[in-house]
């Protein structure tokens, strides 16, 4: 045995022995348990990059039992494991686990999930990445003297599966390193053991930042967490929300997290949650340690509390309130519209319980998650340690001042998924006949009984828009007899939507066209400060103005015209009664513009053919649903059936009728 191999024996049969790390046969279905692994696998001692493995461990049946095997549900436990074999430090480490057998974790022990769902999490479509927690960084053999406790990180997965038969040994597709910069080759299966070495992409341009930490990220959404001061038992934090996208915000904003060590936050200013129940700490961990603590005062005992924004009443509370971006009911802004409303600020006392009880034991709380009321979908990824966050010195002179520790959540939009949107938009044209309506179940549905959330929505007369979907049935219904469209048998459901907005082309001209958009509020809520944005692949570079909103071109979203309300007109307001409530049905909250283009800007446009219809729309800062086909012509609009034969054939026709005229 080579010197290199006999080396590393020690510490890796240590290791087996402390932890039973690297098994390929711990108690599973295939292979004889009593066997370990003795010496490393000779595939680790040629990876100098990441080393990444998958062990299947076994499964047992659940309940229920049933024939169908593509129904029966499995138990299984698994470890994958990171190992960090290169010359260089892997900080914040990202493992992606291509799962297919319809998976649900259950557990993953020293990791959390990226995106912060909460478990039980379906991994089994798309597979997930895991982020390590408590280890986020991987040390070198190098730093460390192979001291593999620092080099290593182990997950212990548990879940159910599908589709499987008793006699296969379900895999997941794939095993990667998540990390930029990174490149996995194919995987190494053999039986349930599976490994693949991560290198670096000697292609990947890295931008070189000498910290001492993870260099922090740009995302559409920043949170930071700063410990401003640390205690034997509890520490003061800061939590900072940042909005970078142009098209990005949030109303009513809620954000979340789970805390992991059975922390609980004394006090808040500039934020306040949702629920405050003692008994949470009296009869937990927390009452067990402090005894004599009166936690009836506590803010929060919840292991995942909820925080809400204060609103702008409290922002001069001496108790709560006197925080600079506090206090504006959870409005966060694009910087486009607003900078000082972009940004929100709130601070927390968090107390500890051992073993974390000194002024270093500081662990940020993970899992975190923020929505809104009508915003765009964010995922979050872990907090990742970053150079501590430094502000100006309080007492005025010029000097900063430096944060203990800091940690940076990384939040970036994600496209609405069908019929998971929160707004749609309808199609309508001077040219055609009905308006076509939101998508079915663009927004969700509940209620499918007496419905069908799969049906096409039926065509509407224009002004069924203004009618609530509850009270449109019978005006879709005549529109289609009118005009001889067919009527399913069960109906289509309702789009569902809080917030829905018409363009309608309103004219087309040898020199210019218009559209007009209609933005409707189908909620009793009103919107401050609204705005939309409306993306124009091939009309955009004919955009001359709009003439009752405030609109400009953006340079840093393409082909997107940013609209929002004038001075006075930025409230779009809630759905009221009619002028009889006992017979009118509710009234939308409506806005309107008309919209110039010309035609020298986009000289090869073809209205009639659909190319003023926007590619995407945004409603503040959620991507609506567009329908699934556009406005067809009426049969006053279309061209003669003459005029539609190619110019060959009209010859030919007008040459015969000569001839026929002659004889």
């Not at 001069?316 to 000082?340: A, F, Q, S, V, W």
């Not at 289609?480 to 001209?509: E, F, M, Q």
């Not at 705005?531 to 009309?539: G, R």
Request: with cysteine; hydrophobic share 35%.
């Amino acid at each position: 045995m080579s010197a290199r191999r006999s080396g590393m024996r020690i510490p890796w049969i240590a290791l087996v022995l402390f932890s039973c790390s690297f098994q390929i046969c711990i108690a599973q279905d295939y292979v004889d348990s009593s066997k370990t692994l003795e010496t490393p696998p000779p595939e680790i001692e040629r990876c100098n990059g990441i080393f990444a493995s998958y062990v299947f461990q076994g499964r047992e049946k659940e309940y229920p039992f049933v024939k169908n095997v593509s129904a029966q549900a499995w138990s299984f436990k698994a470890i994958a494991t990171v190992l960090n074999t290169g010359s260089q430090e892997l900080k914040s480490w990202k493992l992606f686990i291509g799962f297919q057998h319809r998976e649900l974790l259950v557990s993953a022990e020293g990791a959390v999930v990226v995106d912060g769902d909460e478990f039980p999490i379906r991994v089994g479509n798309n597979g997930t990445v895991l982020a390590g927690y408590p280890q986020a960084d991987l040390k070198t053999a190098i730093d460390t003297a192979a001291d593999f406790t620092q080099m290593q990180v182990q997950i212990n997965l548990k879940g159910s599966q599908f589709g499987v038969s008793a006699k296969q040994t379900p895999m997941p597709k794939t095993i990667k390193i998540a990390n930029a910069g990174y490149k996995c080759p194919t995987i190494t299966r053999k039986g349930g053991y599976m490994h693949t070495c991560c290198k670096k992409d000697p292609k990947h341009k890295e931008k070189i930042i000498k910290t001492k930490f993870y260099p922090r990220q740009y995302g559409d959404l920043h949170l930071t967490y700063d410990v401003l001061q640390a205690f034997e038992n509890k520490y003061f934090a800061q939590v900072t929300i940042d909005n970078n996208h142009p098209l990005g915000r949030l109303d009513r904003w809620n954000l979340t997290w789970e805390w992991m060590r059975n922390e609980f936050i004394n006090n808040m200013r500039g934020a306040y949650t949702h629920k405050k129940d003692p008994s949470e700490c009296i009869y937990g961990p927390q009452g067990q340690y402090y005894r004599d603590f009166d936690f009836s005062t506590v803010m929060s005992c919840q292991k995942k509390p909820i925080i809400a924004d204060l609103p702008p009443e409290k922002e001069m509370d001496d108790k709560i309130g006197r925080l600079p971006y506090c206090c504006k009911n959870g409005i966060l802004l694009p910087k486009t519209m607003n900078e000082t409303k972009s940004r929100a600020i709130f601070q927390l006392e968090v107390f500890k319980l051992p073993p974390d009880m000194n002024r270093t034991a500081l662990n940020p709380p993970q899992n975190w998650k923020i929505v809104g009321r009508l915003n765009p979908t964010y995922k979050c990824g872990p907090p990742v340690r970053v150079d501590p966050t430094e502000f100006p010195d309080p007492s005025g002179v010029d000097a900063t001042i430096s944060a203990i520790a800091s940690w940076q959540v990384t939040c970036n939009m994600t496209s609405p998924k069908p019929q998971q949107a929160k707004c749609c938009v309808s199609y309508s044209a001077y040219y055609a006949d009905g308006v076509v309506p939101c998508n079915t179940c663009a927004c969700g549905c509940e209620n499918q009984e007496r419905c069908d959330k799969n049906a096409s929505p039926l065509l509407l007369p224009s002004d069924a828009l203004l009618v609530p979907f509850a009270n449109r049935s019978q005006k879709a219904l005549a529109f289609a007899r009118l005009k001889h469209n067919t009527i399913p048998k069960k109906l289509p459901c309702p789009d569902n939507c809080g917030v829905s907005i018409n363009w309608h082309i309103d004219s087309d001209y040898k020199n210019g066209w218009t559209a007009r958009m209609t933005l409707f509020n189908w909620e009793e809520l009103a919107f401050p400060d609204w705005f939309t944005a409306i993306q124009l692949k091939k009309a955009y570079g004919g955009y001359s103005k709009v003439h009752s909103f405030n609109a400009t071109k953006m340079t840093n979203v393409k082909n997107t015209i940013f609209m929002k309300g004038l001075p006075g007109l930025n409230y779009l307001v809630g759905e009221v009664n009619g002028t009889h409530p006992e017979r009118d049905p509710r009234i939308p909250g409506k806005q309107q513009t008309v919209i110039s283009f010309t035609k020298k800007g986009a000289p090869d446009i073809d209205v009639l053919r659909g190319d003023g219809f926007p590619s995407k729309v945004f409603f503040n800062g959620e991507e609506c649903a567009l329908p699934k086909q556009l406005p067809k012509r009426s049969d006053a609009h279309r061209p003669a059936a003459v005029g539609r034969l190619p110019q060959v054939l009209l010859s030919l026709l007008t040459v015969l009728l000569l001839m026929v005229g002659l004889n």
